[in-house]
């Protein structure tokens, strides 16, 4: 009882959050049934002999961190300092997860000193007697590293990690790896990377090291071209799914200059002949990132190391070959496919006909179409259906696609909204305005709703075949000959229209009609105002532009990539590339990436008024924001400018 009494009487130097709760629970100690905080059930019941089980008490100082823990309370690392001010240290009252969590949430707030409790946590945890796994191992590298402690990182993973018989992670990989290169052991890291597979079940990746280093040493750039450089030539020679993770994670972060230099080291070094896997990862990648030059040569030194395609890769190509136009080509890729024992699917076929679309060859297409038809291992989806269609209106067959058309919908193939809309321009090319209705009524029965490109359309052939005069006459057309009910698509696409037609007075009509008491139901778009303010930029009117930007932002319509490329060619237009650049900085802060247009734009300007002091500030706001350059001309204002500014 003595030393029950003693135990609530010490001076504790903790805050003042803990002493009001001692204070607060003092009494209750007294009256174990007044107090189910600190007392289990069992404690609170009929008295038992002293052979049974004893109640587990919490005390209040475990309550009061584990609370900050739950709640991740701004006096969360202080309630932990003092579970070992006491003269009993209550961190032995911990779980493994009361330490982890801890961490986690150090981590979390990145303040100063951060890595140091780290440390002094994870010191703690083994006090108490916890072991440590390789997650703490991981923490205790990532610490170390960013103190630049790197004997300390190497005496552990060496003594007491090797001896857990532990694996390694893939975080304490590269720490290990970037304390060998801090260190000038380049030995011991190529090592490392060589077995990291085998011994670790690791995969050296380059996206996964630089992540590392941004955490741990961000400024040092020569470690991390080092690893990079280390990883590429001693990673892939004989583990291909290391070398095609490597290569799926580049393109995702678009690290398209580590692509290349990966691609560059693994084909010319003729280590290997790649496989087609790698070939086609890579192939695929570029295409994604629409890096068609680069994708084609790699197909080309695929053939030179005399590696047939499979259908994955054919398609590629073919998508390739349809936008180039290049039916030769394609069907000497198909032949090849054919011949090296891969059969073709719906997809690849339906990749050929758009080839054949594209260079105008409908017989061909068609063709192919029918052989579908007849192959009884083959089924025509709805997929190709949509691109018959699309093929033959391009190619001007329109009672060919009606036919097929109408076919599909009786069916229970569903066209889809391209195919609508490729209709519709069709019917509306061809002046067959009822059909053009039609479509727009299929539309609707098929449970989709009209799209700006619906509108669009439509409205454009009304420009075309109605030639309206005004905004008024326009409006009526819409709703008493085509019975249709104006709504925010159908304005925005009589605004683009008026806009089109260089006819800015009525583009104005038109919004004071949707601002109407007949249509106050329709608000204005972020489309209804960008298309304004084009309209004022092409007549050089910056002033009504900048108004209509204004009026914009004071209806909480927040601006578009568009609206701030239309704004910064209206500022250079009027020689302000300084207001032109102050659009650039909000258009990023709004987090909005620029387009290579708008690049492009201001880099031409600077170039052409030899401003280098707004040059050199657009060059690293774009080096800033990790913009691939892909287009050669813009490379060359990049270069021009980043030349006069070093």
Known sequence: MHRFIRTWTLRIHCDLHVREVLLRTQSKRVLPQLSAYYYSSAAITTSKPASSTTSFTIHPLVANYQDQLQQNGPKLWQSYEALKTDSYSHLQDLKREDFSKLRSDLWKRKSWGTEDRILEVLNDMKQTGLTWTTHEYTEYFMAKL??????????????????????????????????YLALNMEKDAIQLIQ???QQHDVIPDIRDFIRTMNRCMPKNTPIIQLAKNLVI???????????????????????????NLLYKQCHSGKRNKLELSTYNAFIKGYMDARLIRDAIKTYKDMQEDGIKPNIYI????????????????????????????????????????KVYFKARQTQKAVRVFEEIRKNPQMQINDIILNTMIDGLVINKELKIASLLYRQMTDSHYKPDLITLNTMLKGYTRAGDISSAIGIIS????????????????????????????????????????????????????VIDSWIQSQNIEQAEKTLKLMQSPKYKQIKPTIHTYTNLIQGYINQMNLNKAMTTFQSMLRNGIRPDRATFNFMIVGFLNHNRTVDAYTCLEHMISMKLNPTKD????????????????????????????GFVITSDSLRRSYTTVKKHCT
């Open 146 to 179: 960013f103190k630049a402690e790197y004997h300390d990182v190497l005496q552990t993973y060496r003594g007491e990690f090797q001896q857990s018989a532990l694996k390694l992670s893939v975080g304490s990989f590269n720490v290990i790896l970037a304390t």
């Open 195 to 197: 077995n990291a597979h």
């Open 233 to 259: 030539k001693h990673a892939f020679d004989n583990d291909t799914n290391a070398l095609n993770t490597n290569i799926l994670h580049l393109f995702r972060e678009k690290m398209i200059d580590d692509v």
């Open 314 to 353: 054919c398609s590629s190509m073919l998508s390739i070959y349809a936008h180039n136009r290049d039916v030769a080509s394609a069907e000497n890729i198909v032949r090849e496919t054919i011949l090296s024992g891969h059969k073709p699917d719906e997809n690849l076929y339906n990749q050929l006909i």
């Open 442 to 493: 299929d539309m609707f029965k098929l449970g989709m709703e009209p799209d700006i490109v619906t509108f669009t359309t439509l409205v454009g052939s009304v420009f075309r075949t109605k030639a309206p005069k005004t905004a008024e006459e326009m409006i009526n057309i819409i709703t008493d000959q085509l019975h249709m009910t104006p709504n925010i698509y159908t304005f925005n696409a």
């Open 598 to 625: 708008t690049w492009k734009l201001l880099l031409d300007d600077c170039c052409q008024k030899k401003n280098w002091v707004i040059g050199r500030k657009v060059v690293e706001m774009l080096d800033q924001t």
